[in-house]
């Protein structure tokens, strides 16, 4: 049997990546929009007819998920989103504090034009999803954003260690805080703390940093846990299209 022309073949491969990274977004979408509960199971046929999708693409997906820290596999009994108690969403960001005060302090000292920009571009993407009211959009640059601020400073291994903490902590975020923020602790204070970095107030940027976790941890420690939904219902209007 003659083999399809090369170019086709690199189409279809490329197909299957955007595929497989569409499912994978439809979860962590879901998740970003506080649509699933902590110790959901997160079933692959279920998964699959939702989506509609193949189960290899949603096995693939989980796999990935499980692998960044997203996730939780129990052997022999499935995957599932992690339970993260009080005490450890505290403890990690009592860390971050410890972390992300030193973060602002050298930005506002050393903040280029290229740290400014991009740091006033995110700002704006945040702003147009709260517009929108796209929350599970802006419950993901939340996170992106602490991200972000690791980057700029240029230490790889800084940035390796706060997105492993930013991976839990964001999640809890996510499945935990309520569906509008407010005039409370989230995302809309970042805008100054940006402003104050751009400034070279490094003393400001850091109690301003301090103080938005401080928010983070009561606002989602006051939060009742959420009701269980069907898998059918937390997938509603969210699709693996490409």
């Known amino acids: ?21 569409a499912v994978y977004g439809a979860i962590r979408r879901a998740m970003h929009m506080g649509r699933l509960s902590p110790g959901a199971k997160l079933q692959e046929p279920v998964l699959a007819r939702v989506l509609k999708v ?3 693409r949603v096995r693939k997906a989980l796999h990935r998920l499980v692998h960044e820290g997203w996730l939780t596999a129990v052997p022999n009994r499935g995957t ?56 599970g959009r802006l419950f993901a640059l939340s996170g992106e954003f602490h991200i972000l601020l690791a980057e700029l400073c240029g230490n790889d291994e800084l940035s390796k260690l ?9 999640m809890h975020f996510s499945l935990a805080a309520p569906e509008r923020l407010h005039n409370c602790a989230g995302p809309h204070e970042h805008g100054d703390i940006v402003a104050a970095i751009l400034d070279g107030k490094g003393e400001r940027a850091s109690k301003l940093m301090l103080s938005h976790l401080r928010g983070l941890v009561a606002l989602q420690s006051a939060r009742p846990p959420a009701k269980a939904v069907s898998l059918e219902e937390a997938f509603r209007g969210i699709s693996a299209a490409r």
């Open 54 to 56: 193949s189960r290899e």
């Open 162 to 170: 706060l997105r492993g903490l930013l991976t839990r902590s964001t």
């Open 1 to 21: 049997m003659a083999r399809p022309p090369r170019k086709a073949a690199s189409r279809r491969r490329k197909g299957d990546v955007a595929a497989d990274e």
């Open 80 to 135: 599932f989103v992690p339970a993260l108690s009080v005490e450890e969403m505290r403890n990690i960001y009592d860390v971050r504090s410890m972390l992300e005060e030193g973060i602002v302090r050298r930005l506002s000292r050393e903040a280029s034009s290229i740290v400014a920009q991009r740091l006033r571009a995110h700002i704006t993407e945040e702003r147009a999803a709260t517009r929108s009211g796209d929350r």
